[in-house]
Nanobody, 123 residues
Framework: VQLQAFGGGLVQAGGSLRLSCAASGRTFSRISMGWFRQAPGKERELVAVISWGGGGTYYADSVKGRFTISRDNAEKAGYLQMNSLKPEDTAVYYC?????????????????WGQGTLVTVSS
């Protein structure tokens, strides 16, 4: 699976962005996917994950209630809607996928990674 994330940019605190992840390669509907982020000087961390059927979602506490993960298997795409953005959300955001219908939390469970898209939230 090849993944390409896009949609990042500069936004003011309180604003919104929608990240997209376009997939190509093997059948998209048989994989689960997730969004991770890495801020400068910090380790990459989980943001949200979703199973192949669209359920089985999980959110990091820091984004719960503000971010929504979704996917469109027909379009081979995943999305991360980010609302009420905060400066601490500033990071490079990566989409990732694993060859399982079940979502998973550990970063190491994800075999395929996109190139990342930068989100900068100004105060």
């Amino acid at each position: 699976v090849q993944l390409q994330a896009f949609g990042g940019g500069l936004v003011q605190a309180g604003g919104s962005l929608r990240l997209s992840c376009a997939a190509s390669g093997r059948t998209f509907s048989r994989i689960s996917m997730g969004w991770f982020r890495q801020a400068p000087g910090k380790e990459r961390e989980l943001v949200a994950v979703i199973s192949w059927g669209g359920g089985g979602t999980y959110y990091a506490d820091s984004v719960k209630g503000r971010f929504t993960i979704s996917r469109d298997n027909a379009e081979k795409a995943g999305y991360l809607q980010m609302n009420s953005l905060k400066p601490e959300d500033t990071a490079v955001y990566y989409c990732a996928a694993r060859p399982s219908i079940w979502s998973s939390l550990p970063l190491v469970d994800y075999n395929y990674w996109g190139q990342g898209t930068l989100v900068t939230v100004s105060s």
